[in-house]
RNA sequence: GGGCAAUUAGCUCAGCUGGUUAGAGCGUUCGGUUCACAUCCGAGAGGUCACAGGUUCAAGUCCUGUAUUGCCCACCA
């Protein structure tokens, strides 16, 4: 019979594992399949770079949820996918061409988009290659990009529908213009922060009059674009004013004074400029008193024509030298330092520009409705719930989106223009002719759409909508989608919308918001910051499994986790301990074969053998309950103190001598040690299957020789009886472990050596416990490292002993020659003086006549009895130590 | 300016509906080459549960306020 080999060495087995599970198609969902179906649609991670630690906590939390419930027998279907990332990975690009001193434009549109899909094609197979390794049990088959065909044409297809609907509109307003990017972004893609800036007091004269009004401007290049000024209509100050003309300085063009509440008069001197084209406010105010607006800006932050003598200066340079002049002129009154919220672009950093241009939108408050529905309603659950509040908040103050982007890559917007006719066309493909004049001059849209355009879509369209599809009918609607809060509005909103608004369902049931990945000083991990962990390579130093349970295990329910690469080695080090022990019961097995689906005969075990299979009874109770609830990290504290503490160091320790037993009388016993412990050992690698699939995988194949074709990965998830818990065997063994602690700590405290291996002797309070304990000898020398056990109700203390009180019993432990008095008596009164600072406490809670009258009996009760034990303890404490005297 | 979260041992975190002497891992101290595992085993030290009030017989746990940190949202020029 084959060992297991003694080193944990994961690269090993790792590459070949996820083969064989290729190989034998375990991910590939079956539409026509009769179980019940459960799927997951990945959120696709763009293709701008590698996969990140985010992505491995994200990715191994649905691979746990999916093993899982594959191995309950659900039908599952994981499917993967890449996103096109519009604007980011255009910008990625764009960088990387600028080193060969290019720009997008001097390749032109058709050879930069072909640059961008060289970059998809070399980028795309490192994040599915990063997935393998990790061990993601995704559906290959289907993986998808938000750009190929079918995606491509539900895209197109929800364009026309919404535009038809009257849900699509196109309509002049002030969006965010990235000067650098030379696009639109939207709300959602500009960044805001506080920034050290300058309020500057201006002064516009009246016209035919020596008076001025004076304006208080952050941005003071802008007045170039002004076409009025702003009161307050209640400001007793600027009444008079309202009706008359201002001129601009410099321009000399003439302002209409006009009154609107937009105004706040506590504000600077509560007199504004209106500069329509280039603020959302101004632009507002503009439409309600039909006023002229006059955009300053090109497309690249330059100034234009209208800026007169600035025309051509970049819009920031335009303001140093403007404030300049009109400090010369005299019109600049003053200058105040002021923290100004500034808008940057969310992929270059620049400077965002309020800009008037023409754009595509959606209307979102018909579909908010829905997707606020469902969450009230309970049909669409967060986790932690507290995500709701955000969800809801963006929702219910939702504002229409601007999708066209003037980008180069992404999904060209199906819009066509007559260059005769100006007839527009929104359809899913060219028109040969114009509807309107039958005439063939026909141009599509320039621009493109916002990358989540086509991830909104994402649960559906990647099982092949518009189309009715085999896939689509049993795998949609998904069950859980996992992401991190960042993308509530971005994505899982509008996912929420879309799917209503096209499938009439809510796209998943439950949505999981993990926290971001900081290292160890809580710095959110960033490429930029150069803080990032690969997991490529972790799973080099460490095993992929070790990555994995590690995340696991330390990353908090809906927190930020923490994580440095020492952090790895929790996960290594269980992996290893989980390893070494199935060698251990391997090594035992003498000829005894173990199958898939061995069954135990209750008859014949022995107590340890019951007490961990109603250990494993209440574990594996737990680990559902909390997988259940999305509780992942729990449910994989929960494995691994079962695996490590009751299985490894209680449950293996104690049967040792029977597994070893290679007597003839012993045989029975020993068979049964060896078949419990198998058994157990098989539950624990398909409790820890779905959190580290490749050692439990490993062991189970070289646990199962003769079955070395089967999968753990099919078996069937493990399922006790309830009726293998027992209260009191659980109790007994507790009274062991009790046992072995107290003796263990004593020889610790008196230096006496584990290799003196001595005696113990108990006194017990009944003589159950004193049966109980003689009857299992074995185990307690094996827990408690010691030699002979004798118990009895009425044991002796004997002269010159070491001493100790549980719960039921007292332990001597003679030490004749060994024992240092001083040592001991130390020891004893250290012990004594807890027990009495505990009693102290108990006697306080119990001559409260309050808690007495008030609190329940039972509480009372649990009380009274602690009491009296501790009393006991005391008691017996005493004595001990009195009996040290005169030695 | 709003909102959300967090604040428990040196570090990272558990502690569910209030009631056994507040736990784990890492780190630290001491002791161990017992033939599964030194990626290990055993023992110990280490906490006024951010602060201030309140509710209650009883508060780490509920309420109010404060402070600190982090995140999200926000068109006051």
Redesign the pocket.
């Known amino acids: 019979m084959a060992e297991i080999p ?4 994961p690269a090993q087995f790792e590459n070949a594992i996820y083969e064989e599970w290729l190989a034998k198609g375990i991910f590939v969902g079956d539409p026509s399949s009769k179980k019940k179906p459960f799927s997951v649609v990945i959120p696709p991670p763009n293709v701008t770079d590698v996969l990140h630690l985010g992505h491995a906590l994200n990715n191994t939390l649905q691979d746990v949820l999916i093993r899982w419930k594959r191995m309950q027998g659900f039908e599952t279907e994981w499917l993967p996918g890449v996103d096109h990332a519009g604007i980011a990975t255009q910008v990625v690009v764009e960088k990387n061409l600028a080193r060969e001193g290019l720009s997008r434009h001097d390749l032109g549109r058709e050879k930069f988009v072909a640059r961008v899909w060289k970059w998809k094609e070399e980028k795309f197979p490192q994040i599915i290659n990063q997935l393998r390794k990790i061990g993601c049990s995704c559906d290959w088959s289907r993986t998808r990009f938000t750009m190929d065909e079918g995606l491509s044409r539900a895209v197109t297809e929800v364009f026309v529908r919404l535009y038809n609907k009257g849900l699509i509109y196109r309509g002049e307003r002030i969006v965010n213009w990235c000067p650098d990017c030379l696009t639109t972004l939207s ?2 893609e500009v ?2 922060e ?1 920034v050290d800036s300058f ?1 500057y007091y201006i002064r516009y004269k009246l016209k035919g009059r020596d008076e001025y009004l004076a ?5 003071p290049e802008t007045m170039l674009g002004d076409t009025a000024l702003a009161v307050n209509p209640e400001d007793e100050r600027y009444k008079q004013y309202i009706g008359q003309t201002a001129i601009l300085p410099i321009l000399d063009r003439q302002l209409r004074i006009i009154a609107d509440n ?12 209106i500069t329509p084209a280039h ?3 101004d632009f ?1 105010v503009a439409q309600r008193h039909n006023l002229e607006k006059i955009n300053i800006l090109n497309r690249d932050g330059t100034l234009n024509d209208n800026a007169g003598k600035y025309s051509g200066l970049d819009r920031l340079d335009a303001r140093q030298k403007l404030v300049e002049e009109l400090k010369q002129k005299g019109y600049l009154l003053k200058i105040e330092n002021y923290q ?2 500034s808008g940057t672009c969310y992929r270059c950093g620049a400077v965002v520009e309020p800009f008037l241009s023409l754009q595509w939108f959606v209307k979102m408050k018909p579909l908010a409705e829905p997707a606020i529905a469902a969450v009230r309603s309970g049909k669409l659950r967060f986790h ?1 719930e ?2 709701v ?2 969800y809801l ?2 929702l219910e ?1 939702v ?1 229409d989106w601007c999708i066209s982007r003037q980008l180069w890559w992404g999904h060209r917007i199906p819009v066509y223009y007559c260059r005769d006719c100006n007839q527009i066309t929104v359809a899913g493909a060219r028109p040969s002719t114009c509807p309107g004049c039958g005439g063939g001059h026909i141009d599509q849209d320039e621009d493109v759409l916002d990358t989540w355009f086509s991830s909104w879509l994402w649960p559906f369209s990647t099982f092949g909508w518009p189309d009715k599809t085999p896939e689509l009918e049993k795998f949609f609607p998904t069950r859980a989608l996992f992401t991190a ?2 993308i509530i ?1 971005l994505w899982v909103a509008r996912m929420v919308m879309a799917s209503y608004e096209f499938m009439g369902v809510e796209p998943f049931s439950d949505v999981y918001i993990h926290g ?1 990945v900081r290292d ?1 000083n ?1 710095i ?1 991990m960033s490429k930029s910051l150069g803080n990032g962990i690969d997991p490529l390579l972790i799973i080099k130093n460490y095993g992929a499994d070790a990555l994995r349970a590690s995340l696991m295990l ?1 990353t ?7 994580i440095s690469e ?1 952090t790895f ?2 996960g ?6 989980l390893w ?2 199935s ?2 019961v391997r ?1 035992n097995l003498g000829d005894y074969k173990i199958r898939a689906d061995m069954k135990l005969d209750d008859e014949s075990l022995e107590m340890p053998d019951r007490w961990i299979l109603s250990r494993l009874t209440r574990t594996l109770g737990l680990i559902n309950n909390y997988l259940s609830g999305f509780r992942f ?2 449910a994989a ?1 929960a494995a691994y ?1 079962f695996a ?1 503490n009751d299985y ?2 209680n449950y ?2 104690m049967i ?1 001598p029977r597994l ?1 037993d290679k007597r003839d009388a012993a045989a029975g016993s020993a068979q049964v040690a060896r078949e419990c412990a198998s058994f157990v050992l098989l539950s624990i690698l398909k409790m820890l299957h779905p959190f580290m699939p490749f050692i439990t995988e490993a062991i189970w194949k070289l646990l199962l020789e003769d079955q070395a074709q089967s999968s753990i990965s099919t078996q069937p998830w493990p399922e006790m009886p309830l009726r293998y818990i027992n209260q009191q065997l659980e109790e007994d063994v507790g009274t062991i472990i009790r046992l072995a ?1 107290a003796v ?2 004593a ?3 008196l ?1 006496v ?3 003196k291996k001595p005696r113990v002797l108990v006194r017990c309070e009944n003589p159950d416990t004193a049966r109980m304990l003689n009857d299992h000898k074995e185990e307690v020398k094996n827990l408690a ?1 010691s030699g002979e056990v004798l118990a009895s109700i009425e044991m002796a203390k004997p002269p010159l002993s070491a001493s100790a009180v549980i719960p039921g019993a007292e332990i001597f432990i003679p030490l004749e020659g060994l024992i240092d008095i001083e040592q001991e008596r130390a020891r004893l009164e250290k012990e004594l003086e ?2 009495r ?2 009693l102290e ?2 006697q306080k ?1 119990l001559n ?1 006549s ?2 007495m ?4 009996a039972e ?1 009372i009760e ?1 009380e009274k009895e ?1 009491l009296k034990k ?1 009393d006991q ?1 005391i008691e017996k404490l005493n004595k001990n130590l009195e009996s040290l005297t005169g030695w």
Request: glycine letters at 4%.
């Open positions: 003694k080193a944990y060495d709300d959602d960044e805001r506080e309020l304006v208080a401007t952050t941005r937009y105004v706040d008069p506590q504000f600077g001197t509560g007199v504004v400029k603020d959302p406010n507002e100004l919220i932690p507290h995500w509040k955000t908040h963006w103050n504002r809060s960042e509005y971001t160890a809580g959110k330390v908090p329910e809906g927190q930020d986790p923490s020492k080695e929790i290594r080090n269980f992996a290893n301990k070494s022990a060698r251990f090594m990290s729990t504290k103190d490590w490894c160091s293996l320790e040792k070893a602690e263990r700590a020889c610790s405290d230096d050596p584990p290799s490292h807890q027990k600072a505990y406490k108990i809670k409260n309050d808690f009258a008030n609190a329940p509480i649990t602690k501790t303890i």
